[in-house]
């Protein structure tokens, strides 16, 4: 079982930026595919981005253009670099590891969650 540990969630006002981490407690490049999900209040847990262990990614349309993944293996580590945030954007978001690809990510470890909040 991985460990995921997730950081960098805040309160922010609408069109500001964030930029969240997800520390894994193994190799990182062991795992073919890593994940952002984000869970909004009465809304069911969405994907928002994935990163394969060869940099391949993949992102929601709600978010492209906005958000970039990005992994450094070294650190085993994950980020989502949150721009141009929207009310829309609140959400606990979710660091995810799975042995599937890009958006077949099939997660079989979940970080804790860390709470964005966009004010307007």
């Known amino acids: 079982q991985v460990q995921l540990v997730e950081s960098g969630g805040g309160l922010v006002q609408a069109g500001g930026s964030l930029r969240l981490s997800c520390v894994a407690s193994v190799s990182i490049f062991s795992i073919n595919t890593m994940g952002w999900y984000r869970q909004a209040p009465g809304k069911q847990r969405e994907l928002v981005a994935t990163?394969?262990?060869?940099?391949?990614?993949d992102y929601a349309d709600s978010v492209k253009g906005r958000f970039t993944i990005s992994r450094d293996n070294a650190k085993n580590t994950v980020y989502l670099q949150m721009n141009s945030l929207k009310p829309e954007d609140t959400a606990v978001y979710y660091c995810?590891?799975?042995?599937?690809?890009?958006?077949?990510?099939?997660?079989?470890?979940w970080g804790q969650g860390t709470q964005v909040t966009v004010s307007s």
């Open positions: 990163i394969t262990r060869y940099g391949s990614t």
């Open positions: 995810a590891a799975g042995q599937g690809w890009g958006v077949l990510i099939r997660p079989s470890s």
